[in-house]
């Protein structure tokens, strides 16, 4: 018996989701508050301008708005929400979405000091540069995707307040209420993704606590193998993307490869992100996203490790 | 039932914010989350409760299921008890851990090392004060070569927890681990390193102690298990470098027992 550990297994897992939750809070609040500003301050023709709607431009600006609303895997939710429903178009809502929790100023410089840390200095550009290549073709190539379902709502599910038909927009408000909507607004976002939240948070911890990980050394030399096993955990981790880098940094005995599938897999398809999405996205998109992504980032750092060892 | 849910969504709002404002208060916060983040986390609940107060009045749509979840994580955080997990003092429990984090000057320093440099000298052999995740990146940021020159010239001493399993003990080995924290419990690793039960007594699983020593090179002596310490996202144990010990104590349990600051050069934040 190991200090009693087995026994309070339960005592770690209430720990462990109470501190998920916590380290998210702040991001979903300010997701939040930001779609919140969004819906009542910008109006909806910047996101129907035609930059959006023809060729790449949309897709390369939709990539780069992590850049200008930098925010994790949890944040980003209302706000890709709020942008579509301002009128961006719905797939390019879909890859800031799946994008701006990696291709952020945070995030990279995460990276940065996470494979500086553990990893040989030599590595940790490299590494920045893979997680961002990587995390960019998956969201362009999911955006593509779903850029054929594009249509009102075929990608994101209407949210609770505009069920609730109390809605408002810009022009409708007059100056003195839209203190009294940015707090409502905020308010309803918050609470509706903080159910979804909760659950990834709850589901993630029993993973963390009742699963076995002692199994990884039957990966970690074969490596297809590996990169599924990092991509698995990384589901079922769900660690914050400003945090993931330094946990897959210590996985030394997997390759960077499959240290680079964790980092891009976990802020897409986290466990927690998942329900959150479900919440969110229609049934449709979601399977489109979770397979696309995941199919993608398997093949293209097998087909990376291909090439360099043909290459180098 | 709209203005009740109404009403009872403010004050989740409120409550939320209330609980973080307990936690960081009662210094139990550090168990769940690393210090740093404590304005990120205290400006969270003052603008929660600014919003549960205000949504009393303006009103909150809110779905019956979302309460109901809501309601689970209040128990969850009520019910997050006193837990140890593996050396560490972790869950909703007063500590010392962050009035230390506030009062602290600078790398903790030891009572018997010398003023000038830091380090401490015992039986003749001068020490460097390291925690064990700062030894790792010595071995990771540093060209093989010049490695090999710092593990034949200095002498290190580190706390850590023991780890005992079975694996390790048929090779007459216990590992010595101290766990990182990032953000939070969840995105913590365990760091350790292996070394010889040779004459160094019996110590049990999760004791804190004091080891000192030098980094010693050897083959690489895999272990047929990959080391899991339950409730900790990653652990490591060095399976190439061993620490040679000179003398090992029991030490208490540091007030931050987390490793949460990391330096590369002395004085290190042991």
Redesign the interface.
């Known amino acids: 018996m ?5 026994m ?2 339960f ?2 897992f ?10 998210a ?2 991001f979903l ?1 300010a997701g939040s ?1 930001i779609g919140a500003l969004i819906e009542i301050y910008i109006p909806e023709r910047i996101f129907k301008h035609e930059i959006f709607s023809k060729g790449a431009s949309g897709f390369i600006i939709a990539l780069l708005l992590g850049m200008i609303f930098p925010t994790c895997e949890c944040g980003v939710i209302p706000i890709a929400r709020k942008f579509a429903k301002k009128g961006l178009p719905q797939h390019l809502a879909a890859v800031y979405m799946l994008s701006a929790p990696i291709i952020n100023p945070v995030v990279i410089i ?1 990276t940065y000091v ?1 494979f ?6 030599r590595f940790n550009v490299m590494m920045v540069i893979g997680r961002i290549g990587i995390a960019a073709a998956t969201a362009l190539i999911t955006g593509l995707a779903l850029s054929g379902m594009t249509g009102r709502n075929k990608i994101f599910r209407e949210t ?2 505009e ?2 038909a ?1 809605c408002c927009c810009e022009e409708e408000i007059h100056a003195g209420e839209r203190l ?1 909507f940015l ?2 607004h ?3 976002e ?3 993704m ?2 979804y939240l ?2 990834g948070a ?1 589901l ?2 029993a993973f ?2 009742f699963a ?6 039957f990966f970690e030399q074969n490596l297809p193998l590996s990169v599924l096993f990092m991509m698995a955990l990384a589901v079922m ?1 769900s ?2 993307s ?3 880098a ?2 897959a940094a ?4 997997f390759s960077p490869l499959a240290q680079l599938a964790f980092v891009t897999v976990g802020p897409i398809l986290g466990l927690k992100s998942i329900i959150m999405y479900s919440g969110t996205l229609k049934r449709k998109a979601l399977i489109y996203i979770s397979v696309i992504s995941a199919l993608f980032v398997f093949f293209i750092t097998n087909l990376v490790a291909l090439l360099t060892e043909h290459l180098l | 039932m709209k203005k009740f849910l109404s009403i009872l969504a403010s004050v989740l709002l409120l409550a939320m914010g209330i609980y973080i404002i307990y936690l960081i208060s009662s210094g139990g916060y550090t168990s769940f989350l690393n210090p740093k983040f404590i304005w990120l986390t205290g400006s969270c609940s003052v603008l929660l409760i600014i919003l549960g107060i205000t949504s009393l009045f303006t009103g909150i749509s809110i779905k019956p299921s979302t309460v109901i979840i809501i309601i689970i994580f209040v128990i969850l955080c009520l019910m997050a008890p006193s837990v140890r997990l593996h050396g560490l003092s972790i869950g909703n429990v007063t500590n010392t851990n962050q009035a230390a984090w506030k009062n602290r000057r600078g790398p903790e320093r030891l009572k018997d090392a010398d003023p000038r440099t830091g380090r401490v000298t015992y039986n003749g052999t001068e020490y460097i004060p390291i925690n064990i995740g700062e030894l790792y990146m010595i071995l990771y940021n540093n060209p093989k070569k010049k490695v090999n020159e710092i593990i034949k010239n200095n002498s290190y001493v580190f706390r850590g927890f023991v780890y005992r399993n079975p694996q390790l003990e048929k090779k007459g080995q216990i590992a010595i681990m101290r766990v990182a924290m990032t953000c939070c419990i969840a995105d913590a690793v365990a760091l350790g390193f292996r070394i010889s039960t040779n004459g160094i007594g019996q110590f049990k699983n999760d004791e804190w102690v004091r080891v000192y020593g030098h980094m010693e090179r050897f083959k690489p002596d895999r272990l047929e298990q990959t080391v899991d310490i339950e409730g900790i996202a990653n652990t490591d144990l060095k399976d190439d470098v061993m620490f040679s010990v000179d003398q090992i104590e029991t030490d208490s349990e540091p007030e931050e027992p987390f490793m949460l600051d990391w330096k590369n050069k002395e004085p290190f934040a042991y």
């Open positions: 190991q200090t009693g550990v087995t309070h297994k005592d770690i209430a720990v462990n989701t109470v501190a998920v939750v916590m380290d809070l702040p609040l508050v995460s996470a500086s840390t553990y990893v040989s200095s609770v307040r069920e609730s109390d009294s707090i409502k905020s308010a309803d918050f609470l509706d903080s159910k909760i659950a709850i993630a911890s963390r606590i076995p990980k002692s199994v990884s050394i981790l660690i914050c400003g945090a993931d330094f946990v210590s996985f030394m005995k």
